[in-house]
């Protein structure tokens, strides 16, 4: 079956560490995002990627880095800059589409970050 | 930008029971996408059900529904017939219909199933 695998599940960080979580699906979706999740805070966007090798920020990129260097695989780095990253993050991906019609997201299972 | 008002952070309903969870949005666009998202404790999101803004008639799924009111920025969902596993953090959210795919979410309700 498709679908959108984040791993690992759980990932503890030391302060000053980068770590990356992975995002990978097979789908064959064009788009692909990282949310991150705090409590009451909704899903906020970090970063987006419409097509391979190229990406934009969204509304909290500092402190993150992405790479799309393939379709299938939309990694994000946690840096040692980003000063509260403790949060669930989710990735997402989505066909393109055409004027009019739209689809919602296909969401992974989701990374829970932890700085120890 | 647009923005997603959930305004009810928490809600319960009595299994079998209807409720209805708000949500309203401000876009200056014509033509846009509306969505609501189940989180359940599981933390998997599912789409639950989702309406263009061009059709005039409410978009319904089993027993959920909306009720889409275009001139009001208004996009609420009705859940009849309270399930347990209906419990959840609900999301509504915008997409643009326009190149722009990002997905704005409101910042949830959260729905408790009373037995």
């Known amino acids: 079956d498709g679908g959108i695998t984040q791993s690992p599940k759980y990932l503890f960080r030391k302060e000053g560490q980068n770590v990356t979580l992975s995002c990978e699906q097979n789908l064959n979706h064009d788009a692909m995002y990282w949310y991150r999740q705090d409590p009451g805070q909704g899903l906020r966007l970090i970063y987006y990627?419409?097509?391979?090798?190229?990406?934009q920020k969204g509304d909290i990129a500092e402190g993150y880095s992405v790479s799309r260097e393939k379709k299938e695989s939309f990694p994000l780095t946690v840096t040692s800059a980003q000063k509260n990253p403790t949060a669930f993050y989710l990735c997402a991906s989505t066909k393109d589409r055409g004027v009019w019609d739209a689809y919602g997201y296909t969401f992974g299972s989701g990374t829970r970050l932890t700085v120890v | 930008a647009q923005t997603v008002t959930q305004s009810q952070p928490e809600m319960s309903v009595q299994e079998a029971e209807t409720v209805t969870l708000s949500c309203t949005y401000d876009t200056s666009e014509s033509d846009y996408y509306l969505f609501w998202y189940k989180q359940p404790p599981s933390r998997q999101m599912i789409l639950v059900i989702r309406q263009e803004a061009y059709k005039q008639q409410n978009a319904t799924e089993n027993r959920f529904s909306v009720n889409f009111q275009k001139a009001a920025k208004s996009f609420s969902l009705k859940i009849s017939d309270s399930q347990l596993g209906d419990a959840a953090m609900y999301f509504c959210a915008y997409r643009s219909a326009g190149r722009d795919d990002k997905i704005i979410f409101g910042k949830g309700t959260r729905l408790h199933i009373l037995p």
């Open positions: 990627s419409q097509i391979v090798n190229d990406f």
